[in-house]
T-cell receptor
Framework: SQKIEQNSEALNIQEGKTATLTCNYTNYSPAYLQWYRQDPGRGPVFLLLIRENEKEKRKERLKVTFDTTLKQSLFHITASQPADSATYLCALSEMKTSYDKVIFGPGTSLSVIP | SQTIHQWPATLVQPVGSPLSLECTVEGTSNPNLYWYRQAAGRGLQLLFYSVGIGQISSEVPQNLSASRPQDRQFILSSKKLLLSDSGFYLC??????????????FGSGTRLTVV
């Protein structure tokens, strides 16, 4: 069956450290993968997109890797801050014909401790 | 950039009552539009998507329906709500299918509680 899995446990890290979140998928062939941030009671906010032919993408303190052999994406936040505390969602797209069907993972809750 | 307006923010409705949630998009034309539901502690479940006016596709059989009467308006409806319809409803828009590296834009969501 098809699955998208993220860190099952909430992640607690110390301020200033690097947070690493994992997204694994099974029985999908994604054309691209996205990461979103979601704060409580709010809609997700798009952070980064990485395509199947890209291995790494960076944006400020964020870095995403995409390994289609391992069927895994890693999301890193360097020099983490308490303001980075949120739930992070990974999402993949298989580029169906008429629309870009995007399937979301369950999310990982990140808490950055001052 | 795109902005999605979604209302109301919270809604408490009795079982068996009708529902209408509206979503409007600014800053783009001919977007793909989506309705998602998010149960507590769960991922986003795609309910409906639309690639144009009057074009609606359903991802899961359910008690809900969707309509797109205008290019930038997307409506989620129900004739009779069930307890299981409770959840956080999100409208989303996309337009580039990943070509420009732009993801979905989401609205702020509606928290629906059916009592």
């Amino acid at each position: 069956s098809q699955k998208i899995e993220q860190n099952s446990e909430a992640l607690n890290i110390q301020e200033g450290k690097t947070a690493t979140l994992t997204c694994n998928y099974t029985n999908y062939s994604p054309a691209y993968l996205q990461w979103y941030r979601q704060d409580p009671g709010r809609g997700p906010v798009f952070l980064l997109l990485i395509r199947e032919n890209e291995k790494e993408k960076r944006k400020e303190r964020l870095k995403v890797t995409f390994d289609t052999t391992l069927k895994q994406s890693l999301f890193h936040i360097t020099a983490s801050q308490p303001a980075d505390s949120a739930t992070y969602l990974c999402a993949l797209s298989e580029m169906k014909t008429s629309y870009d069907k995007v399937i979301f993972g369950p999310g990982t809750s990140l808490s950055v401790i001052p | 950039s795109q902005t999605i307006h979604q209302w109301p923010a919270t809604l408490v409705q009795p079982v068996g009552s009708p529902l209408s949630l509206e979503c409007t998009v600014e800053g783009t034309s001919n977007p793909n539009l989506y309705w998602y539901r998010q149960a507590a502690g769960r991922g986003l479940q795609l309910l409906f998507y639309s690639v144009g006016i009057g074009q609606i596709s359903s991802e899961v059989p359910q008690n809900l329906s969707a309509s797109r009467p205008q290019d930038r308006q997307f409506i989620l409806s129900s004739k009779k709500l069930l307890l299981s319809d409770s959840g956080f409803y999100l409208c989303a828009s996309s337009r580039d299918r990943g070509r420009e590296g732009i993801g979905y834009t989401f609205g702020s969501g509606t928290r629906l509680t059916v009592v």
